[in-house]
């Protein structure tokens, strides 16, 4: 098999723009709508077909958040807010610090928390959880929640935009969690400060999609996919403006071919907020018609990190989606297995479930996968950047992904 030409240099410069020059791209906001226009100058250069399809979700701009202990020594602490939390009163709230444990019910009483501002550790289970734990906590009064992160700096999650008990959440570092736990146990009354302000209405956010179209079957279509918004706080590097940057070295050196089937690069707006993976569910939607026609959805989504000696290449294949479990189809699975054998990487699929936008196509039944490098200690946090993503790596999913969409393009016959 000839290697398809993907270029370290190239995937470095497309990250190094999103994240440092852009920075922390919130859906819906000025940083989300210039990462499109570099996407859609991308694809106009390369000479791609381009489209560009807006949608409008429940968007939130955080502008300040503050938290201060009051006693017993004054002093301020580093957070973000978690998206959707609910707002304050501009001068803030201040009340009694307490810690609950949500790790069993039988720990958490609405007695130990009402009224008071409720310190949590943060669940290990970042995207389901954080939103449930916060929801719980607010169900048993807590007048507001800080998570402590589990071992890195503050991380955002989103929270339900439509939950009635919502109250101010924020997020702070493991580092700062611990300390805070430590003059609890001390038996120290400990006050807090929180103030969180945002706005809240109707955004638009917006898909990307280029095109090559095909020469004998264009109405069949391969799509190699990622998202271009980040949460709060954080440059998303590696999530997902890696996944960014593997699509659009693709679109690059995939120009000048004349495939058979169409090929699609596809960059999806509004990833991250709840319930998640609004730009691709507004795709599906839109083309509900035409999904019998995708041969299948290769979707990159925090394919760089550069962080454990242990971390390795791996597909997710199975997501839970409107309570029912869904997995890819075994042809398409094994089809990408092989390719990298063929190419000399090892892939490992995963069966723990995968929460990205290749979830609404798989619910309507059209193959899909995720790759990912596992695992990202640096996920959904400050430190999420540029310095911590190995642009090699990000090549290894751009050459197995790109290949088995130009095997699939080019194929007499599909397994399927």
């Known amino acids: 098999m000839r290697l398809l030409p993907v270029s370290e240099k190239y995937v470095y410069e497309h990250v190094r723009y999103l994240a440092d020059q852009i920075g922390p791209r919130i859906f819906g906001t000025a940083a989300e709508k210039k990462t499109t226009k570099y996407v859609l100058s991308k694809f106009e250069e390369y000479g791609v077909n381009t489209n560009i399809e807006t949608f409008r979700v429940f968007g939130f701009v955080p502008k300040e958040t503050k938290l201060e202990i009051t ?40 007695k130990d928390i009402a009224n008071k501002i409720a310190l949590v550790r943060a669940p290990p289970d970042h ?5 449930e734990t916060a929801e719980k906590v607010a169900k048993q009064g807590a007048a507001g929640i800080i998570l402590f992160s589990r071992e890195s700096s503050a991380t955002s ?46 955004v638009e956010s917006c898909n990307v999609i280029g095109s090559i179209n095909g020469t004998t079957l264009p109405h069949e279509k391969i799509v190699l996919s990622a998202h271009q918004d980040s949460v709060i706080n954080s440059p998303g590097a590696n999530d997902d403006a890696s996944g960014v940057a593997a699509v659009l070295e693709l679109a690059r050196i995939m120009a000048e071919k004349k495939p058979k089937r169409t090929l699609a690069f596809m960059i999806f707006g509004a990833e991250e907020p709840y319930p998640y993976y609004l730009g691709s569910w507004s795709y599906v939607q839109k083309h509900k ?16 990190v550069g962080a454990k000696i242990d971390n390795r290449p791996c597909l997710k294949t199975t997501a839970i989606c409107q309570g029912k479990k869904l997995k ?42 995720q790759f990912r490098w596992m695992d ?37 016959k599909l397994p399927r």
């Open 376 to 412: 990202d200690p640096w996920y959904h946090s400050s430190d999420d950047k540029l310095i911590n993503v190995d642009p090699e790596k990000i090549k290894t999913m751009a050459l197995v992904a790109g290949n088995t969409a130009l095997k699939l393009a080019n194929a007499p």
């Open 157 to 202: 999650f989103s929270l339900n935009p439509n939950e009635a008990s919502m109250v101010p959440s924020i997020s702070i570092s493991s580092e700062e969690g611990q300390n805070l736990l430590m003059q609890l146990a001390a038996g120290h009354e400990v006050i807090v400060k929180l103030q969180v302000t945002a706005a809240k209405a109707k």
């Open 289 to 304: 018609d035409e999904l019998t026609n995708i041969i299948g959805i290769l979707n990159f989504d925090m394919v760089g």
């Open 71 to 110: 006693k017993p020594i004054q002093r301020k602490i580093n957070c973000v807010p978690l998206m959707y939390s609910e707002v304050t009163p501009p001068d803030g709230i201040v009340g009694q610090l307490t810690c609950a444990n949500v790790e069993t019910d039988a720990e958490l009483k609405p």
């Open 127 to 131: 995207l389901l959880t954080y939103r």
């Open 328 to 369: 890819t189809i075994e042809w398409f699975e094994e089809y990408i297995l092989q390719t990298g054998k063929e190419l000399g990487y090892e892939f490992h699929p995963l069966e723990v479930l995968g929460y990205s936008d290749q979830v609404p196509f798989l619910f309507n039944n059209v193959p899909a996968v």
